[in-house]
């Protein structure tokens, strides 16, 4: 049996054996678009590790081949001491599920490794962010230890006197950050930064001594193999199976196991990563969309933890990597003809494309990239008809709220105008919700939260963007979303929110627009559009197409 194949053009596998992330990549790589090199491990092998409890025979041997070739692709070792090879591990079922299952960055990174990247690179500090970005990602996924746990009172401290760019991340990696990415660091930062990033080094590898009961392993190999198993394994947490039964997903696929080498948007002042849209989930406007983090990691972006900039800031200050973005949705966007959606990363300056999936549109949005395509001649009006489900069509009106009395503003995730109770965890949510509608108010959702997002009418959080977790999740059920309101404090142990000057109790109702992002105390009526031109077009082509449909002549 072969369980691994790599990511190249020449692979032929479809998605149910490859998963959908490493099948899109392979398309990727045929449109001629930048690629980390990488191998696949496929959905057989995750099934039979959820089937037999460990990983099949013959893996270990396959594995340790795909990892000798990387590292000839690469010349650089797993591991290594001088040019090493750090890798992600991520999920990647034959049908999506955004968010729900494990991923594990900058894996290899051991001790050796990262004082040979510091010397590589000649920045120790980036070196130590990488590593400490490591350490708390594979405690968490790999070992089972909550994030939180990790965090001493003192993590998020920095010496008054040192100074730090407001924007740089500091300790773990794991908190919220500003959007802008590290600029031109002082000599004092740097020397300052990288001491204060080896004592949280230090001390988080303690705390998973401690906690864990072991350290990291300082064989990157093994990293590998507990990193495998882990992103199996999460294919069978109780997240996952909500998502899968509200989705109608089967719950035998299982996942596979993508791993290639890292691209850090963490690396300098030229690097970041994001992600985007060829056409606005929302609205389907034709434009490229979406929300990019400087100076960070992608999994910050999609986690909804960190405050993102809008999209069209790339083209001010990293232009090349713009321009080469645009291109690459024009092309992945032709050949699939559809919108589409792209995760990215761009490191020194250079970019690579981590991810395509079809673009998840709105209702709304949908009905007008469907009419769009066909009027641009890329797709049939028939074709444009059997897109439209009906999910789509009972969420193409979209609502507004009516009323000036406005809260607070964020930004609008998912169109629409639902009014509930504030519940300020997934589990109140799912409680309160026999009673009535509920607004599930977080500072921003995980995985975690499925249960109580699937209870409530509406979405809203603190921190977050476009392609957050919260935004995602909400497209996919057709529920309002309002995400990104800076003002936003939410008191889980006290039950309560803060809004601006107000403060509310959790049982509060209030009422949010997903599209405006706007969010108003009480109950409110909201107003529809008389007409939409994109729906009375598709209806119209519809009314032609019926009588074909139904045998006439």
Known sequence: MIWIHPLSAEVEENARVLGGKAYGLIALKRLGLPVPPGFVIGTGAGRAFLRDGRLADGLDAELAAAVAELETVTRRRLGGPERPLTVSVRSGGSVSMPGMLST?????????????????TGDPRFALDSRLRFLTGFASTALGLAPETLRRPTDTQVPADTQVPADTQVPTGTQARDATGPEHPTD????????????????????????????VPEDAGRQLQL?????????????????????????????????????????????????AFSRDPNTGEQAPFGEVLFGGQGEEVVSGTSSTRPLTDLAGREPDVWTGLVRALNRI??????????????????????????????GRAAVRVAVDLADEGVISRQEALLRISPHHLRHARTPRLATDDVLTRGLGACPGVATGAIATTADRAARMAADG???LVRPHTSP???????????????????????????RAMGKPAVVGVTDLTV??????VRMGARTYAEGTLITIDGTSGEVAAGAHRATTATSDPHLGRLLTWADEAAPRYAGEP
């Open 227 to 275: 990193a495998v198993r882990a992103v199996f394994a999460s294919w069978d947490t109780p997240r996952a199976k909500t998502y899968r039964e509200l989705h109608d997903i089967p719950h035998d696929l299982g996942t596979a196991v993508t791993v290639q080498a890292m691209v850090f948007g963490n690396r300098d002042r030229h690097s970041g990563t994001g992600v």
């Open 104 to 120: 594990i960055l900058n894996l290899g990174l051991t001790t050796e490794a990262t004082k040979g990247l510091a010397a590589e």
């Open 491 to 496: 008191d889980v142990a006290e039950g309560r």
């Open 448 to 474: 975690l939260d499925m249960h109580g997002l699937a209870a409530a009418a509406g979405v809203l959080t603190a921190s977050g963007g476009p392609a957050s977790h919260a935004a995602v999740v909400a």
């Open 333 to 362: 966007e032709e050949h699939y003809r559809d919108a589409c959606y792209v995760e990215f990363t761009f490191e020194a300056g250079e970019l690579w494309i981590l991810q395509v999936r079809p673009a998840g549109l709105a």
């Open 437 to 439: 509608p509920v607004i």
């Open 188 to 215: 004092a930062w740097d020397a300052a930064g990288a001491e204060r990033l080896a004592d949280a080094v230090a001390g988080v590898e303690a705390l998973i001594r401690e906690r864990a009961g072991a350290p």
